[in-house]
């Protein structure tokens, strides 16, 4: 096997970690066993016991239980009183037995993470040149649609939380399958180079960021929770598995660039609800918050020199050089990424802030005469349709360069079109797709792990050009083998990380997740540390010995 690029003690480091958790994973395993086991078999004599001991007087039980107790009391103390990760480092039966499950997953999260290297960072695997024919772009993904609606048609029957009536304006399901039939074409426009669907995509990404500015809203305005669990949980959903993959690839975290994104956008959301939150009831302030997130936009992004200047004490977290455009200036991938979609996560926010009015005007609606009723859905369907269209001749056909200086000012329009076209009737908004909805639940596992285990590039924060290949020489039963593989690994990713977030970032205890918080700072610059020294130390040992010499 050989190594594309060499190890990192960033890459060390997780070795040096994944070694010791893997190792207590199969010893507690072996625990378990045995544990089961012995109970098994204490079950069996239970009967033979009873009936070969029942001259056992009761002060010998006594004397027994306590004995027991007495023996398992200090050990008690001791385990409530130490921390958990010394706990772990003295290999105590008991606590690993308590945490078989969290070390199952670490354990199965570090294998992925290896397979992630092999398949991206050394010779093992194959790869293959990308191509593009776009009728069987169009198949594939029409086959699919069909192949979803046959098997995976579904309605829905739940109700609206804020009128109880059976609305479903812009609800969960349709929410998450909206994401799952764009990620399939996003995906589809990475694996075949499908460079004219190009505008499409960048839409689709705004309508990403839109969902983080209606979603965030929505949730902090109807639960008033800023407590610092809810704002671990969503840091911890949004870059746990990014910056693990960071550290394993040795990449820059702008190589992943639609995390960075939704994380600056999720915490401008959150600044923005959060400041002054017991005010957020009033109109006024609203509005005042809202005209105050454009007018951060427009001084960061519109005004010359601002970005520069506020981003760049921050070029070693956003900074990225593409290998094969070495000369463009390392907060350029940044300054382009986010200022595409600087304003839609606005828009999001303002369109969450008048859902429950606009489920109010829609369930009149529904409560209207059957002619008045038709009319006016066939009166918004028209409008939408016509602004769509519009949209298309007008914008979406302009030139990739062109486009996306239009795209800022403009993405919000098709946005609209697709919301109001698919909740123009009850019966559109009350079913969904739940293959696609439940592909929408997988999007950012889908999205990392793509660029690793589907696609591949062979070398640090390079763009994957390149097709992972299992069976060389047969594309379509490559692709269909390397996307099964891709899409059960991308749904255990996204199980382990909420499992891993249930573990290590608790809901009610800041005390145990701020020692969680500490205890992980420590270990990883504990095991950084040592891989510097192994790694280096030795290369300079060399190096001084070949000038000595």
Request: with cysteine; charged share 15%.
């Amino acid at each position: 096997m050989q190594m594309l690029s060499p190890v990192t003690p960033g890459q060390f480091s997780f070795l040096l970690g994944i070694v010791p958790v893997f190792a207590a994973w199969i010893y507690t395993e072996y625990l378990e066993y045995k544990k089961n086991n012995t109970l098994a078999k204490a079950h069996s004599d239970v009967g033979l016991v009873e009936l070969g001991n029942e001259a056992v007087k009761e002060d010998d039980r006594a004397v027994l239980l306590e004995g027991g107790v007495q023996s398992a009391s200090p050990k008690a103390r001791s385990s409530t009183s130490t921390f958990p990760i010394f706990r772990f480092f003295t290999m105590e039966e008991q606590f690993l037995i308590d945490n078989r499950l969290t070390l199952r997953a670490l354990s199965e999260f570090g294998f992925f993470m290896m397979y992630f290297y092999i398949c991206d960072r050394t010779d093992i695997l194959g790869s293959s040149k990308k191509s593009y024919n776009r009728d069987l772009f169009m198949f594939l993904y029409f086959l699919l649609i069909i192949v979803s609606a046959i098997t995976s048609f579904k309605i829905h029957h739940d109700k609206s939380p804020f009128s109880g009536k059976p609305i479903l304006y812009l609800n969960r399901h349709q929410t998450e399958e909206w994401k799952g039939w764009m990620q399939v074409l996003f995906l589809m426009y990475h694996y075949f180079a499908a460079t004219e669907f190009y505008n499409a995509i960048r839409v689709f990404i705004a309508s990403y960021v839109w969902m983080t500015g209606f979603g965030n809203f929505s949730y902090y305005y109807v639960r008033k929770d800023f407590s610092l669990a809810r704002f671990a949980q969503m840091m911890w959903r949004l870059n746990f598995l990014v910056l693990v993959c960071c550290v394993v690839l040795n990449n820059s975290y702008m190589l992943y660039y639609i995390c960075p994104m939704h994380t600056l956008f999720t915490l401008m959301v959150y600044a923005a609800l959060g400041i002054f939150n017991k005010y957020n009831e009033i109109g006024s302030v609203m509005a005042a918050k809202i005209i105050a997130c454009f007018l951060v936009v427009i001084l960061m992004w519109e005004t010359p020199g601002v970005f520069e200047v506020v981003w760049s004490p921050f070029t070693f977290l956003f900074g990225y050089t593409d290998p094969a455009k070495p000369d463009l200036p390392r907060l350029h991938e940044w300054h382009f990424r986010s200022g595409l979609d600087r304003y839609i996560w606005i828009v999001g926010m303002i369109y969450a802030y008048y859902h429950p009015m606009v489920e109010g005007w829609m369930e009149k609606l529904e409560e209207t005469e059957a002619k008045r009723r038709i009319s006016i859905k066939t009166a918004v369907a028209t409008i939408s349709l016509a602004v769509g269209y519009m949209w298309y001749e007008y914008i979406y056909k302009l030139d990739k360069v062109t486009y996306n200086k239009y795209h800022p000012y403009t993405s919000w329009i098709p946005i609209t079109v697709y919301i109001c076209l698919r909740n123009v009737t009850q019966h559109f908004r009350c079913y969904s797709l739940t293959l696609f909805a439940w592909l929408g639940k997988i999007t950012l596992e889908t999205y990392i792990s793509q660029i690793h285990i589907w696609l591949r590039s062979g070398i640090p924060d390079g763009q994957p050009k390149l097709l992972l290949s299992l069976i060389p020489d047969y594309p379509m039963l490559n692709f269909m083998l390397t996307t099964s593989i891709y899409v059960a690994v991308s749904y255990r990713l996204f199980d382990l990380t909420n499992t891993l977030k249930t573990a290590f970032v608790p809901s009610k205890d800041d005390k145990r997740l701020t020692n969680n918080i500490i205890t992980a700072v420590a270990v990883s610059i504990v095991l950084y540390s040592l891989s510097f020294v192994f790694l280096k130390v030795p290369q300079m040992l060399v190096s001084v010995t070949f000038i000595n010499s």
